[in-house]
């Protein structure tokens, strides 16, 4: 459930139609809803229950330092992938010791940073990442906590661009040689091992492989604490998908997770910690943008947006669908049309969607993306010199930018000419 609903004919926010914020601050942009965010942030901790746990979300997926300002505040932990969401979790206020750093490629000096901010654990990858963070512990005269990410060799059955537990795939460390890397780990003079890691993707839309997955954890927790090493926390990962086409069977709830992961782990006395991003920030977010023009092509007819490929890749990236729902409800009855819904970049793949049916639309009109909290803004680019857009965060009747659109001269102001020129 989301708080994305039409009131007197226009869709709100919350309490606020989004025709007041694209009045505001024009079109395109973002505007997440805090009800939501906190909703499904809930839904996890009332998930996972009674086991100690903490939830951390996954601020790839929407790392504005409000959003996470607001999750911290309800107790969230985060899930990091570089210094630079690590400094945006710091920035949004949330104690080092409820970031975890996960990641294949950690740098030394993220490393570095990480340690002396403060951390909960590294969920390393590899052995030559496990020695140099060895060496910058001990350097600093620390030792860093850390899981090791185990790859468990399970099919997510999601999009092969984002699913990651298959031994082909570059994550984690094999899980039938984990027992060889943690002696290796626990010997290392900066290393201290506090848990095991695992995430197998993301979008899951069925329990059946993370159960595989975490039953292959349950037995590598028991095989390791034989081996005399302090196993005391379990990070799952993320993955659980959202429904992106409401006509679709929707994917298992936080509850039927936490439920299977009780029913899995809950015999090992460990914490249990989880990242999840999309189920958190995607339905919690919307992409708003303008119709420019309504073209009649060659047999079909196209919405031509203010909003383009680099504002939400997703369509043209994995040719992932989106709900696109006009802004300003029509008339009951109106007959409606298929569209091909695209932006204004130079290339075909800036499609959004093919033959999507709708009311008619005019040039002026408003559309609203639905489901584009997560892993909308945060992959944004500048492609075809178009400014990043704005974020608008909604909390009930009110709503601030937490992002202004930057201008053109600030975008250009980056580029510098250089003195021979
Ligand atoms: N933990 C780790 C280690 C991850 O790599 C990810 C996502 C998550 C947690 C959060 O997964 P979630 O709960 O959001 O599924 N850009 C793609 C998704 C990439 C996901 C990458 N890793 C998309 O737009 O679908």
Redesign the pocket.
Known sequence: MDHFLYRNGTLHAEDVPLTEIAAAVGTPFYCYSSATLTRHFKLFQEALGDLPNLVCF?I??LSNVAVLKLLGDLGAGM?V?SGGEYLRAKAAGVPGERIVF??VGKTRAEMRLALEGGIRQF?VESEPELRALSEIATELGVTAPIALRVNPDVDART?E??A?GKSENKFGIPIARAVEVYAEAAALPGIEVVGIDV?I????TELEPFELAFTKVAELTETLRAAGHDIRRLDL?????IPYERSNDAPPLPIEYGAMIRRVLGHLDCEIEI?????ISGNAGVLVAGVVYVKSGEGRDFLILDAAMNDLV?PS??G?HHDIVPVVEPEAGVEKHPFDIVGPVCETGDTFARARVMPPLKAGDLVAFRSAG??GAV?ASEYNSRPLIPEVLVDGDRFAVIRARPSFDEMLGRDTIPEWL
Do not use: C, F
């Open positions: 996954a790839k997926s899930d992938v996960s990641g969920n999009h661009k984002i990651t995430h993707g993301s979008q899951l990962g993320g993955g659980l998908g990242e999840p991003g999309r189920l997703r990236m994995y992932a997560a892993y992959m």
